[in-house]
């Protein structure tokens, strides 16, 4: 059975980071695309941050340029997000989700499998 479990999130002080990982099992992500989403309180879901498996090319939202990271495990089972420099916009419930993706460059719509989600909370 098909399945994704986040974790690594928490309460942080603005300036902050976390490190979230998705654990894929049933499956390896060899062949998919994986996206990392949020959803802020009242707010709708967002991509974050995408990994395209077949070319190793990531995608990124424009508010985490320079301080998010996506990357993933050789042994294709686990992707992370390193989170630095938080920010209280940056408060939401996490979600890693995945595709079955041969493309070059990854996206965020489509997916078909979702973790649960991991809370992060910034704040002083």
């Known amino acids: 059975q098909l399945q994704l479990v986040e974790s690594g999130g928490g309460l942080v002080q603005p300036g902050g980071s976390l490190r979230l990982s998705c654990a894929a099992s049933?499956?390896?992500?060899?062949?998919?695309?994986i996206g990392w989403f949020r959803q802020a309180p009242g707010k709708e879901r967002e991509g974050v941050s995408c990994?395209?498996?077949?070319?190793?090319?990531?995608k990124y939202e424009d508010s985490v340029k320079g301080r998010f990271s996506i990357s993933r495990d050789n042994g294709n089972h686990t992707v992370y997000l390193q989170m630095n420099s938080l920010k209280h916009e940056d408060t939401g419930v996490y979600y890693c989700?995945?595709?079955?993706?041969?493309?070059?460059?990854?996206?965020?719509?489509?997916?078909?499998?979702w973790g649960q989600g991991t809370q992060v909370t910034v704040s002083s």
């Open positions: 989700a995945v595709m079955p993706w041969s493309g070059y460059e990854c996206h965020f719509f489509g997916y078909t499998y």
């Open positions: 990994f395209s498996s077949s070319s190793g090319v990531t």
């Open positions: 049933g499956f390896t992500l060899e062949y998919y695309a």
